[in-house]
């Protein structure tokens, strides 16, 4: 009865072992899941996104591996340059902290913000097509409620419900992301929760990655800044939420070469508020089905 007893329990410390050592072989050098916690990227990620991270995009550096922030080596093995344009998922220079950002400057590339307008080696950087964006932060008590308002000069009637905006009782013809939080969070911070009216554009980064950002206004803290030179081996992130990204502007500086862990691929998951994923009776009402395999561009 003991040595079957043993035999089991080997058996089962074995399958947990190999599954650790695949799981980390996987996540290492294959595919890595990212789940997205802010509003940085928003439009193209929005908070709750979970994505996928190609790992070979740029070849491998320790911080490919689950121990890279133990500094066991420097340099990368199977490089490949990224491009500007590309989302990428990075580690902050001297910290653990992971982020997604889009690549907007290379090695040697001067960029400035002026105005609220990006500038790369003294070119501005087109952008075009403005339309409405609404960034909604909402407490969870109202998400099946549904929260109005009243535009005092048109006279349209906005109505967020659920996962959808509505004007005038029709589906809103511009781009929107709804986040729901805690009733507690809510109160407790006023400012977390409120609905901002925003432009989304279409900008032209050099080489001809077209994507959209969205501004608040052209004034804020980072629309105006000195101008930064790339270092070597290094590139400069930036969020497409210009007004609300702690990016390249900002405390995240320059970002090493060394330092990038992949390109983002596609979302695998989306909800707009956080439940245990085991509770499977909030499924319809928080998983954001219309963004399940949407591709990170």
Known sequence: MAKKYTSTLRDWVNTLVWAGIIAIVFRSFLLEPFNIPSGSMIPTLHVGDHIFVKKWSYGYSRNSFPFGSWNLWSGRFLASEPKRGDVIVFRKPNDSLDYVKRLVGLPGDKIQMVAGRLYINGEQVPRENPRPYIIANLPKSLRGVGYQMADAKTGEITVIKGDKIYVNNKPAAFGYTIEYKSDDVCAGNPYECQVIPATEWTETLPGGVRHSIVEISDDTEYDSTPLFTVPDGHYFMMGDDRDLS????????????????????????????????????????????????????
Do not use: C, E
């Not at 995240?252 to 956080?274: E, I, K, Q």
């Open 246 to 297: 702690s990016d390249s502007r900002a405390s995240v500086g320059m970002v090493p070469r060394d330092n990038l862990m992949g390109r983002a691929w596609f979302v695998w998951y989306s909800h707009n508020y956080y439940a245990p994923l085991a509770a499977v009776w909030t499924w319809p009402n928080k998983i954001r089905w219309t963004r399940l395999g949407m591709s990170v561009k």
